[in-house]
C-alpha cells in the first residue's frame, strides 16, 4: 500500500471514529493520531502537497491513485463541496482534528454548525474547497465556510501539448505521461463546479488550431462518455483518444494546415495520409495506446464507409471512434478557420443532426445533441 493510500484510508477511518464516538473519546484520539503520522509520513521533507476528488477518482499532485478508483469516500467529498485538499505546512495535531471535525459535518457524518466560527481558514496549513476555473471563466459558488481559492488555468497545458508536438516533430516519442496528465488537468477542470462544466478553448490564432482543436475534442469526447454513463476508465480513455486524435498533422507541412485558399489533389493527399500516420506513431511508441491509435486511424471514416483511410471491409468504425467523430466535427465546425467564419452551436448541431444515419452514428449524434443542449448553460470559453 502507498504512503499516500495509507494517509487517505487512515483519514476516512478517523472520519468515521469521530462520527461514531466524538471529538473526546479515546478511540477518537487514537485514530487521529494515526492518520495524523500517515500525513507526516507522507510529508517527509516536502511537506507542500495536494489532493484532488473526482467521482471515482484521487490524484495526489497531478498522479493518479489506482488502487483508490472506485472510492466511496472520493464521491463522498466531492458531493460536499471538498474537490481539492492541499496542505501548505507542517501541520499541528490541534489544526489536524479541527480540520477533521469540520470534514464530519461537511459530509454528514454528523450534525452541527460549518459556520465561519467553527472552521476559520486564516493563515492554516490546511486548505480546501472546490477546483475553480480562472482565465475569464471562473465560476463561484456561494460556500456557507471560508474556502481556499484553488484557481485553474487551462495555459499550463496547452504550452504542454504544443511541447509534445515539438518532441514529435524532432523524431521523439511521444511523452505518454504528459500527455495523460493533461487530460487529467481537463477532467479536473470540467468537475469544477456541482455540475460539469466543458471548459472549451478559443482560437487566438490560426497557428494554434491543432493544439487548442485536440484539447476541445477530448473534453467533449470525455462529456460524451459521461453523458452515456460509460464509466471512468473509459471516460479517461475516450479523452486520451480525443487529444490524440489529429497527432498525425504534426507532420503535416505547416503551410498546408494554415493555408486559406482551396488544397491541391496533391496537399489533400498529404492531409488525408494523418490519420494513418497518426495511429503509426501512437502503435510505435513504448507503451503502445491501442484504443487512441484506432480512433486516430478511423475518426475520419463515415458511418456509409465514406471519408479516409478506407477499410478494407464494410464493418464501419469503432464506437469510441464513432464519439470522437462527432466531437471533432463540431469543434471543427465552432472554430474560425482561415478559409470561413466559425459557425454557430444550432447550426454545427442542424449539420450533425442532418447527416446522422450517413455520416455519424444516429445514436450517438442523438446523444451528442442532447448532451450540449443540457450542458450548453455550462460550457466556459477560455482563451
Same mark, same amino acid.
Given at each position: 500500500?502507498?504512503?499516500?493510500?495509507?494517509?487517505?484510508?487512515?483519514?476516512?477511518?478517523?472520519?468515521?471514529?469521530?462520527?461514531?464516538?466524538? %471529538?473526546?473519546?479515546?478511540?477518537?484520539?487514537?485514530?487521529?493520531?494515526?492518520?495524523?503520522?500517515?500525513?507526516?509520513?507522507?510529508?517527509?521533507?516536502?511537506?507542500?502537497?495536494?489532493?484532488?476528488?473526482?467521482?471515482?477518482?484521487?490524484?495526489?499532485?497531478?498522479?493518479?491513485?489506482?488502487?483508490?478508483?472506485?472510492?466511496?469516500?472520493?464521491?463522498?467529498?466531492?458531493?460536499?463541496?471538498?474537490?481539492?485538499?492541499?496542505?501548505?505546512?507542517?501541520?499541528?495535531?490541534?489544526?489536524?482534528?479541527?480540520?477533521?471535525?469540520?470534514?464530519?459535518?461537511?459530509?454528514?457524518?454528523?450534525?452541527?454548525?460549518?459556520?465561519?466560527?467553527?472552521?476559520?481558514?486564516?493563515?492554516?496549513?490546511?486548505?480546501?474547497?472546490?477546483?475553480?476555473?480562472?482565465?475569464?471563466? #471562473?465560476?463561484?459558488?456561494?460556500?456557507?465556510?471560508?474556502?481556499?481559492?484553488?484557481?485553474?488555468?487551462?495555459?499550463?497545458?496547452?504550452?504542454?501539448?504544443?511541447?509534445?508536438?515539438?518532441?514529435?516533430?524532432?523524431?521523439?516519442?511521444?511523452?505518454?505521461?504528459?500527455?495523460?496528465?493533461?487530460?487529467?488537468?481537463?477532467?479536473?477542470?470540467?468537475?469544477?463546479?456541482?455540475?460539469?462544466?466543458?471548459?472549451?478553448?478559443?482560437?487566438?490564432?490560426?497557428?494554434?488550431?491543432?493544439?487548442?482543436?485536440?484539447?476541445?475534442?477530448?473534453?467533449?469526447?470525455?462529456?460524451?462518455?459521461?453523458?452515456?454513463?460509460?464509466?471512468?476508465?473509459?471516460?479517461?480513455?475516450?479523452?486520451?483518444?480525443?487529444?490524440?486524435?489529429?497527432?498525425?498533422?504534426?507532420?503535416?507541412?505547416?503551410?498546408?494546415?494554415?493555408?486559406?485558399? #482551396?488544397?491541391?489533389?496533391?496537399?489533400?493527399?498529404?492531409?488525408?495520409?494523418?490519420?494513418?500516420?497518426?495511429?503509426?506513431?501512437?502503435?510505435?511508441?513504448?507503451?503502445?495506446?491501442?484504443?487512441?491509435?484506432?480512433?486516430?486511424?478511423?475518426?475520419?471514416?463515415?458511418?456509409?464507409?465514406?471519408?479516409?483511410?478506407?477499410?478494407?471491409?464494410?464493418?464501419?468504425?469503432?464506437?469510441?471512434?464513432?464519439?470522437?467523430?462527432?466531437?471533432?466535427?463540431?469543434?471543427?465546425?465552432?472554430?474560425?478557420?482561415?478559409?470561413?467564419?466559425?459557425?454557430?452551436?444550432?447550426?454545427?448541431?442542424?449539420?450533425?443532426?442532418?447527416?446522422?444515419?450517413?455520416?455519424? %452514428?444516429?445514436?450517438?449524434?442523438?446523444?451528442?445533441?442532447?448532451?450540449?443542449?443540457?450542458?450548453?448553460?455550462?460550457?466556459?470559453?477560455?482563451?
Amino acid at each position: 500500500m502507498s504512503d499516500p493510500v495509507r494517509f487517505l484510508i487512515a483519514m476516512s477511518q478517523a472520519l468515521s471514529t469521530m462520527g461514531l464516538y466524538g %471529538d473526546d473519546h479515546p478511540a477518537t484520539a487514537r485514530a487521529l493520531d494515526n492518520a495524523l503520522e500517515r500525513l507526516r509520513d507522507l510529508q517527509g521533507a516536502k511537506p507542500k502537497l495536494h489532493f484532488t476528488f473526482l467521482t471515482g477518482e484521487v490524484l495526489v499532485g497531478s498522479e493518479m491513485v489506482h488502487e483508490l478508483e472506485g472510492w466511496e469516500w472520493s464521491a463522498r467529498l466531492v458531493k460536499a463541496g471538498i474537490e481539492r485538499i492541499e496542505f501548505t505546512d507542517t501541520v499541528e495535531p490541534e489544526q489536524f482534528a479541527r480540520f477533521l471535525s469540520h470534514l464530519t459535518i461537511r459530509l454528514g457524518i454528523r450534525s452541527g454548525s460549518t459556520s465561519d466560527d467553527l472552521w476559520q481558514m486564516g493563515e492554516s496549513a490546511i486548505k480546501f474547497g472546490q477546483v475553480a476555473l480562472a482565465e475569464g471563466f #471562473k465560476k463561484r459558488i456561494s460556500a456557507p465556510f471560508k474556502m481556499a481559492s484553488l484557481t485553474y488555468t487551462l495555459r499550463e497545458e496547452r504550452d504542454t501539448i504544443d511541447w509534445m508536438h515539438e518532441e514529435i516533430r524532432q523524431g521523439s516519442k511521444l511523452p505518454m505521461v504528459e500527455a495523460e496528465a493533461v487530460v487529467r488537468s481537463l477532467s479536473i477542470a470540467m468537475h469544477a463546479e456541482q455540475a460539469i462544466v466543458l471548459p472549451l478553448l478559443q482560437l487566438k490564432e490560426f497557428d494554434q488550431y491543432t493544439t487548442t482543436h485536440s484539447m476541445n475534442v477530448s473534453v467533449l469526447a470525455m462529456a460524451m462518455g459521461e453523458f452515456l454513463e460509460l464509466g471512468a476508465a473509459t471516460i479517461r480513455a475516450l479523452g486520451v483518444a480525443g487529444m490524440l486524435h489529429d497527432l498525425g498533422k504534426v507532420c503535416v507541412p505547416h503551410d498546408i494546415l494554415v493555408k486559406p485558399g #482551396k488544397l491541391t489533389d496533391a496537399e489533400r493527399l498529404v492531409i488525408q495520409d494523418h490519420p494513418m500516420v497518426g495511429a503509426r506513431m501512437l502503435l510505435e511508441n513504448a507503451d503502445p495506446m491501442g484504443l487512441a491509435a484506432v480512433v486516430a486511424y478511423e475518426h475520419h471514416i463515415r458511418l456509409d464507409g465514406g471519408g479516409y483511410p478506407k477499410l478494407h471491409d464494410a464493418r464501419g468504425a469503432q464506437y469510441a471512434s464513432r464519439i470522437v467523430h462527432i466531437c471533432d466535427v463540431y469543434d471543427a465546425l465552432r472554430t474560425i478557420r482561415p478559409y470561413r467564419d466559425a459557425w454557430e452551436s444550432e447550426r454545427a448541431m442542424a449539420y450533425i443532426h442532418d447527416r446522422a444515419g450517413v455520416e455519424f %452514428d444516429p445514436s450517438i449524434a442523438r446523444s451528442f445533441i442532447a448532451m450540449m443542449r443540457k450542458w450548453d448553460s455550462q460550457i466556459a470559453l477560455a482563451s
